[in-house]
C-alpha cells in the first residue's frame, strides 16, 4: 500500500516541542528540543524555521487595513459587523488581540468581554468566526473558551496596534 502523506500545521513550535518533551520524558533543553522538531520539518534548525517564517510573509494591505479600520470607533470597539468576509477575518483580530492570553473562559465569561469589546450585541457570531479560525479553542460541550496564540500578519498587526492604540487613548495614562 502506498503512504499517503499527512500535513500537520503547528501553529506554535514552543507549546509543541513543550508538549512532546513531556510526552516522550526525555531530558533534554526546550531549544534543543525545539531544533529537534525544526530538523524533522526539513529545517536546519529552529533559527532557520524562524528565519524562513518571516520571509514568507505577506505584505501589508493598506485597503483592507483602511476598510477594516472605519469599523472601530474612538474607543477601539467594532460598531459594525462587516459584509466582506475578507474584513469580517480583519476585525476577528482586532478583537481577538483584546481578550485575555492563557487564561480558561466560560461562554458567558467570553461573551461579556466582546459584547464590551463591541457596540452591537452579537458575541455568539465573533466567538463562531474566531473558533473558525483558529484564534479560540472551545471544549466539545461548549463550557471552556481559550485564546490561541497565534502570529498575525502585517495588515492584521497593523489593525491590532490602531485599534489598541485607541483603547489606550481612552483610557488615558492613569490606567
Not at 22 to 46: C, I, K, P
Not at 74 to 82: F, M, S
Not at 138 to 147: A, K, M
Request: charged share 30%.
Amino acid at each position: 500500500m502506498p503512504r499517503q502523506p499527512i500535513s500537520v500545521a503547528i501553529t506554535d513550535v514552543s507549546q509543541f516541542s513543550k508538549a512532546l518533551r513531556r510526552s516522550l520524558d526525555v531530558d533534554v533543553g526546550h531549544q534543543t528540543m525545539m531544533n529537534v522538531v525544526a530538523r524533522a520539518a526539513g529545517f536546519q534548525n529552529f533559527q532557520h524555521l524562524k528565519a524562513g517564517q518571516a520571509e514568507d510573509e505577506e505584505p501589508l494591505e493598506a485597503r483592507a487595513l483602511e476598510r477594516a479600520l472605519v469599523l472601530f470607533d474612538a474607543q477601539g470597539r467594532l460598531v459594525k459587523w462587516p459584509g466582506r468576509r475578507k474584513i469580517q477575518l480583519l476585525c476577528l483580530w482586532a478583537v481577538w488581540a483584546q481578550l485575555p492570553d492563557r487564561k480558561v473562559l466560560s461562554e458567558r465569561q467570553i461573551s461579556d468581554r466582546i459584547d464590551a469589546l463591541c457596540t452591537f450585541r452579537d458575541a455568539a457570531q465573533i466567538r463562531r468566526g474566531m473558533i473558525e479560525m483558529g484564534l479560540f479553542q472551545r471544549r466539545i460541550d461548549g463550557s471552556e473558551y481559550r485564546r490561541v496564540e497565534r502570529r498575525p500578519g502585517a495588515t492584521e498587526r497593523a489593525l491590532i496596534a490602531s485599534v489598541v492604540a485607541r483603547v489606550r487613548a481612552r483610557k488615558g495614562p492613569d490606567d
